[in-house]
């Protein structure tokens, strides 16, 4: 793993996010709570755009399309698929739990590096 300048941290102001693209993968940054936060950028769960996600308060990300949860911080699963009601277990069904990738982050000489 190496670290890798990729974005100046002007560019990601609190409760903004973004994605970037290094190491042939395509990375969410979140900045919350004073914090920047990376994973990637599709969920685990079908692949939607978490860039469309619902960060919460707790530094939880829910995907906007079966409302998977997943932790920032460690990626661990805090619900899976749990919607539409009554279909949503079913759609849960054709994939079975798998965390949210996390990447280490630093701001440094006014950047934000990541550790891929």
């Known amino acids: 793993m190496a ?3 990729v974005l100046p941290v002007t560019e ?3 409760g ?3 994605v970037v693209r290094s190491a042939g993968k395509a990375i969410l940054l979140v900045h919350q709570q004073g914090q920047i936060f990376a994973c990637n950028s599709s ?3 079908m692949g ?18 079966h409302h998977s949860a997943f932790d920032l911080r460690s990626g661990d699963v805090k619900d899976w698929s749990p919607w539409p009601p009554v279909f949503g ?17 630093k701001v440094e000489a ?7």
């Open 110 to 116: 006014n950047a934000i590096w990541l550790d891929l």
């Open 48 to 65: 939607f755009p978490l860039e469309f996600a619902t960060i919460t308060s707790d530094c939880g990300i829910i995907c906007a399309l």
């Open 43 to 45: 969920c685990p769960h």
């Open 16 to 18: 903004a996010r973004r």
């Open 89 to 105: 277990p079913m759609f849960a069904a054709l994939s079975r739990k798998k965390y949210l990738p996390t990447y280490k982050t």
């Open 3 to 5: 670290w890798i300048n």
């Open 12 to 14: 990601l102001p609190e």
